[in-house]
């Protein structure tokens, strides 16, 4: 994980793909995957430009999620 300005990186590691309210709580973004859900259906979360409603969401490397003035951009 690095932090440049409002922008972070996310890296996946061994791992396919990372949920976005897993990502949220790993990016410590949230204090709490109920939070992470909560916020999330409430709307404001965007994946590659385009809101997303579902805390389940797979991201896989390449995809971009914008939150509360950040920008996290996922990585193999």
Same mark, same amino acid.
């Given at each position: 994980?690095?932090? =440049?300005? @409002?922008? !972070? =990186? $996310?890296?996946?590691?061994?791992? %396919?793909?990372?949920?976005? +309210? @897993? !990502? #949220?709580?790993?990016?410590? !973004?949230? =204090?709490?995957? *109920? %939070?992470? +859900?909560?916020?999330? +259906?409430? *709307?404001?979360?965007?994946? @590659?430009?385009?809101?997303? #409603?579902?805390? *389940?969401?797979? #991201?896989?490397?390449?995809? &971009?999620? &914008? $939150?509360? =003035?950040? &920008? ?5």
């Amino acid at each position: 994980m690095k932090k =440049n300005d @409002n922008s !972070l =990186n $996310f890296k996946l590691g061994s791992h %396919e793909y990372v949920e976005l +309210k @897993n !990502l #949220l709580k790993l990016m410590d !973004l949230v =204090n709490s995957g *109920g %939070e992470a +859900k909560y916020i999330i +259906k409430e *709307g404001g979360i965007y994946v @590659n430009g385009e809101e997303e #409603l579902r805390p *389940g969401k797979k #991201l896989r490397a390449g995809d &971009t999620v &914008t $939150f509360d =003035n950040h &920008t996290i951009i996922i990585e193999a």
